[in-house]
């Protein structure tokens, strides 16, 4: 009895910390980012190094393929996250993709093995063009994960060691969801407010870039930044 009511006291101060950072952030204002990524950093309340989020409501319309928003950008400043990356390449490439850092490296036998295992111990994947006919024998079990790689997102390529080494740098992938919004991670609490600013106007340019010629009107309607558990604060983009 004891355990559990010291369980729910150390819930309730944990529940009553949170409530009182939320306090902080006005849900009706939109901070200018500097602001907003202060904001960010004093209401993070984990105790482990949280994540910082952008999260972009977009003017398109997902159902249309045309209007489809994906890519990658590399952050100046990296995610602070560890990626591990799977390269399928061919024997001559494997030398270089586990010097630039990959985790899992092969051909036709890391296919086989993820076939029959169907175990997909990496983040990324990424591949020669000549692999991707053999991938076809996974494609399932890799797309539904997220991880069949593509050229869009810059993750099929000629030169997968290059490919490999700016993903470990920090380069991430972007793909809108069903619901025109898109997420992306652009690093921890710990880096600085310049960090993450440098890094959130990385993502914020790459986006407009990626602007649909079908998308009509407004094009990112809104952005939101916030920590892993944290409260959002709504950004402007002016």
Avoid at 87 to 99: L, R, Y
Avoid at 153 to 171: I, Q, R, S
């Amino acid at each position: 009895m004891a355990k559990k009511i010291q369980k729910k006291t150390k819930t309730t101060k944990q529940g009553k910390a949170q409530a009182e950072v939320r306090q902080l952030v006005d849900k009706t204002k939109t901070y200018a980012l500097a602001e907003a990524l202060d904001l960010v950093k004093k209401t993070s309340t984990t105790k482990f190094d949280a994540s910082v989020e952008v999260h972009l409501r977009l003017g398109i319309d997902p159902r249309k393929g045309d209007q489809q928003i994906r890519g990658a950008v590399s952050l100046p400043h990296g995610t602070g996250k560890t990626v591990k990356v799977a390269a399928f390449v061919s024997p001559a490439n494997e030398a270089a993709a586990k010097e630039a850092g990959a985790d899992l490296v092969g051909g036709d036998d890391l296919i086989e093995e993820i076939r029959k295992t169907e175990k997909t111990d990496f983040q990324v994947a990424v591949a020669e063009p000549a692999l991707m006919r053999n991938l076809a024998v996974i494609a399932k079990i890799l797309g539904t994960r997220g991880l069949m790689p593509s050229p869009k997102n810059e993750t099929v390529t000629t030169d997968p060691a290059k490919a490999v080494t700016e993903l470990k740098k920090g380069k991430v992938s972007f793909k809108n969801d069903d619901t025109a919004n898109l997420h992306v991670a652009i690093g921890k609490v710990s880096f600085s407010a310049e960090q993450l600013a440098d890094n959130f106007q990385t993502l914020l340019e790459t986006i407009k870039k990626s602007k649909p010629a079908g998308s009509k009107g407004a094009y990112i309607k809104s952005a939101t930044i916030c920590s892993t558990m944290g409260p959002g604060v709504r950004v402007s983009l002016g």
